[in-house]
């Protein structure tokens, strides 16, 4: 049956208690449209924490740690999952059988069976599934995507995200750190590799051919690498890092003129640069919280269950991501 519009708040259960749940409830702070209603943790305390935490910042949640209640709650709309990557599809499907929108981080799926199980059942069942990609949804690739017209014709395109992580001193140092292990699903491609993929695939639609390298630690843990993508027109390269950092920003190459990007996951500065010296900026705005880039996923979320948009555009986008990612995976490029 198609969702019926939503004229109310979507409220919301929080499944996972990580930094990234923390932001979206910062977030939804700001869209009238959202409502964090109860989050969801294996451990009691661990939800009490949460919950304390939303009240500071003026959200209040209720603290369980029964699932099958908390789905079962006719008071809960959707579910937002930021469960561990290797438990997304499993949590996806409780959610969708339990009657539930769902709005998953990224990366939803690891593979393209993964994602199709997942999204058959969401449209078997008339609700909305959404991964939480946050950059998709920022207005900064719209106006990315109403410029390169003014670039003449592409030829190539340089995506990077090299990201030194705050946790690697410690893996360094001999100590685990969850978001360097492999066995949870975690790789540097699909924690923030994916964000120069997405404006790939955002742009330019699926690639005709991928070709990967990447670079390994001990454990197995992808590390560092890069994806080139072929189009019929101009290649696309994605290049990724957690052990290393780079400031060079990202650059989409014409014949007329080249346009900068200073971050694919929240871009701040934006200009182009033409043949003849000129510069034009397109956007020059402050820093932004990661909670902060988080409003417009949260309002687009909001607006697709209201519309009852089982089938929404953002699906072809994640997809089209999970392809390229997949064939890396499977090149080796990443530890699935």
């Known amino acids: 049956m ?45 939800a009490d924490a949460f919950a304390a935490e939303a009240a500071s910042l003026g959200t209040t949640m209720a603290a369980r740690c029964d699932r099958a209640a908390v789905l079962a709650d006719p008071e809960v709309d959707a579910v937002y999952i930021a469960s561990p990557t290797t438990c997304h599809e499993a949590d996806v499907l409780e959610a969708l059988d339990a009657g539930k929108h769902v709005l998953c981080e990224k990366p939803l799926a690891l593979s393209l069976a993964s994602f199709d199980r997942m999204h058959d059942r969401a449209r078997e069942q008339g609700l909305v599934l959404m991964e939480a990609a946050r950059a998709v949804h920022d207005p900064a690739w719209a106006l990315i995507a109403e410029a390169l017209p003014a670039l003449g014709r592409i030829w190539h395109a340089r995506f990077e995200m090299c990201q030194y992580s705050s946790r690697y001193d410690a893996v360094r140092a001999g100590e685990h750190r969850r978001a360097f292990d492999p066995a949870f699903g975690h790789s540097a491609l699909s924690d923030i590799g994916i964000y120069t993929v997405l404006p790939a695939v955002q742009l330019f639609g699926a690639p005709e ?20 993508l072929t189009y019929p027109t ?10 290393s950092a780079t400031t060079t ?25 033409r043949r003849d010296g000129t ?33 929404h555009p953002f699906a072809r986008i994640s997809r089209d991501a999970v392809a390229v990612m997949e064939r890396a995976y499977s090149e080796g490029a990443a530890a699935s």
């Open 279 to 311: 510069r034009e900026t397109l956007l020059d705005q402050a820093p932004r919280s990661v909670a902060q880039s988080m409003v417009h996923e949260l309002a687009d979320f909001a607006r697709v269950v209201a519309d009852g948009a089982v089938e």
């Open 2 to 46: 198609p969702v019926a519009p939503a004229a109310a708040p979507v409220r919301i259960a929080v499944l996972g208690t990580s930094a990234i749940a923390r932001s979206f409830v910062e977030a939804a702070g700001h869209v009238p449209q959202i409502a964090p209603t109860v989050v969801l943790s294996r451990a009691q305390e661990t």
């Open 234 to 243: 101009l290649s696309v390269l994605c290049r990724y890092s957690k052990v």
């Open 249 to 273: 920003g990202s650059t989409i190459e014409g014949e007329d003129a080249t346009l900068r990007i200073d971050s694919v996951s929240e871009p701040g500065r934006i200009e182009i640069e």
């Open 209 to 228: 051919r991928s070709v990967s390298t990447s670079q390994s630690l001990e454990s197995g843990f992808d590390a560092s690498g890069a994806v080139l």
